[in-house]
């Protein structure tokens, strides 16, 4: 006859469930401020590589002047090696050009 006493006591467990449901919702907040703050930060390092490749240019300009002295040479030497030559400056230029 004593059990119907317990009844009641489950009921009360309930209510209690309740609540620990809702500071889980108040984390989730938190954690998007700190994603974005991420973001900000990757742009600057993707600008500092494009400052290197305009110093790499230069170097190439240099080659050209060098080459055209030698293609001189080679035309008291044999005249098809000249067209060779001449195409292979030609090649070089649009390179650097297109650098």
């Not at 009360?12 to 108040?26: E, H, N, Q």
């Not at 954690?31 to 990757?42: K, M, N, W």
């Not at 060098?66 to 035309?75: G, H, I, Q, R, T």
């Amino acid at each position: 006859t004593s059990p119907p006493p317990a009844s009641p006591p489950p009921s009360a467990p309930s209510p209690l469930s309740p609540p620990p449901v809702t500071p889980p919702p108040t984390s989730p907040p938190p954690a998007s401020p700190p994603p974005s703050a991420p973001s900000p930060l990757s742009p600057p390092p993707v600008t500092p590589p494009p400052t290197s490749p305009p110093p790499a240019s230069p170097p190439p300009s240099e080659p050209p002047p060098l080459s055209p002295p030698p293609a001189f040479a080679l035309v008291t030497t044999a005249s098809d090696s000249t067209t060779d030559f001449s195409t292979s400056g030609i090649t070089a230029a649009v390179c650097a050009f297109a650098l």
